[in-house]
């Protein structure tokens, strides 16, 4: 009876330490001409989880389909696990594309108050984003600089209502009056206790059970089909 007792309290106080720990997103997105990188890191305390990489390579489009071609890479304890094979995602246009959206948007509304709740309890400790672009002609880069700043301002207006930051984040706009180009740099870091995002996802997984979203999710995954391509 005193060991199975131990074995609880040792188990409990485990859970407490785990769910008292926090956990940090790391988001990073890079462009540069036509080439586009993104990273992703989740974190516990100073423990690396997991990384998530894209690298986007190409867009395929035309009037009545689109498509994405990209590289996944997933790094675990260190160990880097790359995809050999290229994959095109299929991506709807025009009516579909709107009424997949309008699919997606109905579902995701029941995820609502557990994003709100993990939203209002997540800190931004780094926010940074620099926007490098020309468009070949100077009156309309200087015309677009002030919309970039405009959309740039609103959404992380936006993003501050419903978060935390330790310091204001730090933007750019340049604009480049002699060529057409483009570069983005985005680097953005979120953390949160381990309890509330614990808390946020049983508790989206079990509204989504009951009021039948789960099986709708990955029926609407099912339809976004995927398929590789000869690298």
């Given at each position: 009876?005193?060991?199975?007792?131990?074995?609880?309290?040792?188990?409990?106080?485990?859970?407490?330490?785990?769910?008292?720990?926090?956990?940090?997103?790391?988001?990073?997105?890079?462009?540069?001409?036509?080439a586009?990188?993104?990273?992703?890191?989740?974190?516990l305390?100073?423990?690396n989880?997991c990384?998530?990489?894209?690298?986007?390579?190409?867009?395929?489009?035309?009037l009545?389909r689109?498509?994405?071609i990209?590289r996944?890479g997933?790094?675990?304890?260190?160990?880097r696990?790359?995809s050999?094979?290229?994959?095109?995602a299929?991506?709807p246009?025009?009516?579909?594309?709107?009424?997949r959206l309008?699919?997606?948007?109905?579902?995701?509304?029941?995820?609502?108050?557990?994003?709100?709740?993990?939203s209002?309890?997540?800190?931004?400790?780094?926010?940074?984003?620099?926007?490098?672009?020309?468009?070949?002609?100077?009156?309309?880069?200087?015309?677009?600089?002030?919309?970039i700043?405009?959309?740039?301002?609103?959404?992380?207006?936006?993003?501050?209502?419903?978060?935390?930051?330790?310091?204001?984040?730090?933007?750019?706009?340049?604009?480049?009056?002699?060529?057409?180009?483009?570069?983005?740099?985005?680097?953005?870091?979120?953390?949160?206790?381990?309890?509330?995002?614990?808390?946020?996802?049983?508790?989206?997984?079990?509204k989504?059970?009951?009021?039948?979203?789960?099986?709708?999710?990955?029926?609407?995954?099912?339809?976004?089909?995927?398929?590789?391509t000869?690298?």
């Amino acid at each position: 009876m005193a060991e199975a007792l131990i074995i609880l309290a040792t188990l409990a106080l485990v859970a407490a330490i785990v769910l008292s720990a926090p956990v940090h997103l790391s988001v990073r997105y890079g462009r540069e001409g036509k080439a586009d990188r993104l990273r992703v890191d989740l974190s516990l305390w100073k423990f690396n989880i997991c990384r998530y990489s894209v690298d986007m390579l190409d867009i395929d489009a035309t009037l009545r389909r689109a498509a994405l071609i990209y590289r996944p890479g997933l790094q675990r304890d260190g160990g880097r696990v790359l995809s050999g094979k290229r994959k095109k995602a299929a991506l709807p246009v025009t009516v579909n594309a709107f009424r997949r959206l309008l699919q997606w948007a109905d579902v995701l509304s029941l995820a609502g108050p557990y994003l709100e709740y993990i939203s209002r309890r997540t800190t931004i400790s780094h926010l940074a984003w620099k926007t490098v672009f020309g468009l070949g002609d100077p009156f309309r880069t200087g015309m677009a600089t002030g919309l970039i700043w405009s959309l740039k301002v609103c959404a992380v207006s936006l993003l501050l209502r419903r978060t935390k930051t330790l310091k204001l984040p730090a933007l750019a706009v340049v604009p480049d009056f002699s060529k057409p180009c483009l570069t983005v740099n985005l680097d953005c870091r979120l953390g949160a206790r381990a309890a509330h995002v614990v808390y946020a996802g049983l508790g989206l997984l079990v509204k989504l059970l009951i009021g039948g979203g789960l099986f709708r999710i990955i029926e609407l995954c099912r339809r976004g089909k995927i398929r590789e391509t000869r690298p």
